[in-house]
C-alpha cells in the first residue's frame, strides 16, 4: 500500500510540472476542508492551470486530521482529486464556477489482533482500502485584483465512501 501512495503522489506532481508549462494562469494554494462522512476537518492543498479563461484543471489533494475512534485507535483518510472548473463569468469580483472530476480516496482503520494464544495477539496494524469516484459541484473565486484569490468550493463525492466537502481558501497567482 505504501507504494501505490508513493507511485501517486509522484504522479499527481508530476502532471503538475507538465500542466504547468502549457498554460497561461497558474494558480496554487490551499485551505481547509470539511468532510461529512468522516465528519471531520483536513488541509487541502490546490491548484489551477487555466487553459483559457473559462476552464482550467484543478488537481488538490486533501489530508483529513486522524480521527480517534477508540483510545489510541485512529482512523485515517486522504483524497487526491483532479477536477475541471467551468467558470461561468469572467467578469467582476465574483467568478462562481462549476466542477467536475475524478476522485481517489484512501481510508485506514486501524485493527486489533484478539488471537489469544496465537502470535501477534494483542498488536495493532491498519487495513487500508481504496475507491475511485466521481466529483460534482460549484465554488467562487474573489477576484482582489491582487496575486491572492480567496476561495470557497463545495463539491459532492460519488463512490463507495460518498461524502460532501466544503472548502475555503486562498490561491496565489504565479
Known sequence: MKTKKIVLT???FVTLLGIQNTVAQTT???GIGYGTEIENVGVVVNGQFFINDQLSIAPDFTYYFPKNIADGFNFKWYEINANANYYFNTKGSAKFYGLGG?????????TFNLGGLFE???QTSNISSSKLGLNLGGGV???LD???TPFAQ???T???FDQLVIVAGVRFKI
Open 141 to 143: 473565486d474573489f477576484d
Open 146 to 148: 491582487s496575486t491572492i
Open 28 to 30: 496554487i494554494g490551499g
Open 10 to 12: 509522484i504522479s499527481f
Open 120 to 122: 501477534g495477539a494483542g
Open 154 to 156: 463545495l463539491k459532492y
Open 102 to 110: 475524478i476522485n481517489f480516496s484512501i481510508i485506514s482503520i486501524p
Open 158 to 160: 460519488i463512490s463507495s
